[in-house]
């Protein structure tokens, strides 16, 4: 059963945008936490963006002011714009829901604390 849903990766140059898509149709529960997360070829997952139910935001230090993470509670689908990306900022993009918040707390890069993931979108950036 499909419960976290990507879309909206492609192949772009070097300073352009791209959004991305999850439908997160798995989340019930009225606290909650969303991210998003990033894994390149040969180096661990990371964080890249976190949103808790009370729309408390989190982002990686290194893509602060130039990505946004937001949510459309009705359709329950979580976005993640992305602006100016960079070439390292190549790779696999996955959603994932944890049922308690945790951008708050300052956990939402923990990947232990997310029973739901998405198998991902890819980006590329070339430069």
């Known amino acids: 059963q499909v419960q976290l849903l990507e879309s909206g990766g492609g192949s772009v140059q070097a300073g352009e945008s791209l959004r991305l898509s999850c439908a997160a149709f798995?989340?019930?529960?009225?606290?909650?936490?969303l991210a998003w997360f990033r894994q390149a070829p040969g180096k661990e997952r990371e964080g890249v963006a976190g949103?808790?139910?009370?729309?408390?935001?989190a982002y990686a230090d290194s893509v602060k002011g130039r990505f946004t993470i937001s949510e459309d509670k009705g359709k329950k689908y979580l976005y993640l714009q992305m602006n100016s990306l960079k070439p390292e900022e190549t790779g696999m993009y996955c959603c994932?829901?944890?049922?308690?918040?945790?951008?708050?707390?300052?956990?939402?890069?923990?990947?232990?604390?997310?029973?739901?993931w998405g198998k991902g979108t890819q980006v590329t950036v070339s430069s």
């Open positions: 994932a829901a944890a049922t308690v918040p945790l951008a708050k707390f300052g956990l939402w890069r923990e990947t232990s604390e997310f029973g739901y």
């Open positions: 949103i808790d139910s009370d729309g408390t935001t």
């Open positions: 798995v989340v019930t529960a009225n606290a909650y936490c």
